[in-house]
């Protein structure tokens, strides 16, 4: 297994958008008598590193990934109401190194299922696990 004439090792860049959005139940449970709203956290991953892999056989390649980057993320905003009360949590961006590692399946060339957990620690820690399936052509 020659992993440079296979031709998929070698550097790896992605670029990853999320928006998550925000569970309040919890806090609703402990607060009944307020009311909460709130938006979504929104989340740029853009990640570089190293991609190893093997052709396995004619139609099965691995690979794995290891890459490093930034975190680019913004909290929502958050107001709080109830009882005359009202306060209003202004929304926070975070900037911050991270890392993450990842593993994919190729099979007949065209068919891919690509695993990656990213991780960062800023402000608070923030970890993605995405699960990704798709087609090349």
Request: aromatic residues 14%; negative net charge.
């Amino acid at each position: 297994m020659n992993l440079s004439q296979d031709g998929i090792s070698g550097w790896f860049t992605t670029i990853e958008y999320s928006q998550n959005s925000v569970n309040l139940d919890a806090v609703k449970g402990l607060f009944p008598q307020y009311e909460f709203e709130t938006g979504n956290w929104t989340n740029w991953w853009i990640m570089s590193g190293m991609r190893l892999g093997a052709r396995l056989s004619s139609g099965l390649e691995l690979a794995g990934t290891a890459q490093m980057g930034a975190l680019f993320s913004s909290s929502p905003t958050l107001t709080v109401t109830g009882n005359g009360y009202k306060e209003i949590v202004a929304a926070w961006t975070q900037n911050g190194f991270a890392f993450g590692f990842g593993a994919e399946c190729i099979v007949e060339e065209h068919f891919i299922i690509f695993a990656r957990f990213a991780n960062s620690e800023a402000k608070v820690s923030i970890s993605q696990l995405t699960l990704t399936g798709g087609y090349q052509f």
